[in-house]
């Protein structure tokens, strides 16, 4: 599995793990161009798959 794809899985995992029941507020920092919404979208659709939670990009 390529690296980024492990990453998000692994941050995911614990995103699911740490607060089930919970609402949880992720913050993706960077500079223009850097790929923070693509990331973010990535990373939203994985935690939606593993936990059945929803998730919203502002």
Known sequence: MEKRKQLLFGLADRLVVA???Q?????VDGVDGAGKTTFADELGSIVAIK????FERR
């Open 19 to 21: 607060a089930p029941d």
């Open 51 to 54: 936990g059945g939670l929803s």
């Open 23 to 27: 609402t949880v507020r992720v913050a």
